[in-house]
Nanobody
Framework: VQLVESGGGLVQPGGSLRVSCAAS????????MKWYRQAPGKERELVAS????????NYADSVKGRFTISRDNAKNTVYLQMNSLKPDDTGVYYC?????????WGQGTQVTVSS
C-alpha cells in the first residue's frame, strides 16, 4: 500500500488550495478514504471521509461548507478542495486508508495559511 500526498503550500487567509492523494498497491475503488490533519502541538484530527463509491461523505464541523472531498476511482486518487482557508487550517494533511484491520498513511503534505 502506498499513499502519496501532494499539492500543499503557503496560501493567504481566504485563499484556496487543493491537495491530492495518489494511491497504489490495493483495490482503491473498494475502500473508503479519509483526510486527516495535524497542527503543531496538536493531535491528528479527522477532516473528511468519503465512501468507496463516493456516495457517503462526512466532514468535521470546523471545515463544513469550506472543504470538499472527492475521489476519482479511475485515477486511484482522492482530493481535498479547501476554500476560505483560515490560519487554523494550518498543518500537515494526511490521507488514510483502513485496510484489513490496519491504518495506512501517506507522508503528508504541509498546508500553511498565513499572510
Amino acid at each position: 500500500v502506498q499513499l502519496v500526498e501532494s499539492g500543499g503550500g503557503l496560501v493567504q487567509p481566504g485563499g484556496s488550495l487543493r491537495v491530492s492523494c495518489a494511491a497504489s498497491g490495493f483495490p482503491f475503488s473498494r475502500y473508503a478514504m479519509k483526510w486527516y490533519r495535524q497542527a503543531p502541538g496538536k493531535e491528528r484530527e479527522l477532516v473528511a471521509s468519503i465512501s468507496s463509491g463516493g456516495g457517503s461523505i462526512n466532514y468535521a464541523d470546523s471545515v463544513k461548507g469550506r472543504f470538499t472531498i472527492s475521489r476519482d476511482n479511475a485515477k486511484n486518487t482522492v482530493y481535498l478542495q479547501m476554500n476560505s482557508l483560515k490560519p487554523d487550517d494550518t498543518g500537515v494533511y494526511y490521507c488514510n486508508a483502513f485496510i484489513l484491520g490496519r491504518d495506512h498513511w501517506g507522508q503528508g503534505t504541509q498546508v500553511t495559511v498565513s499572510s
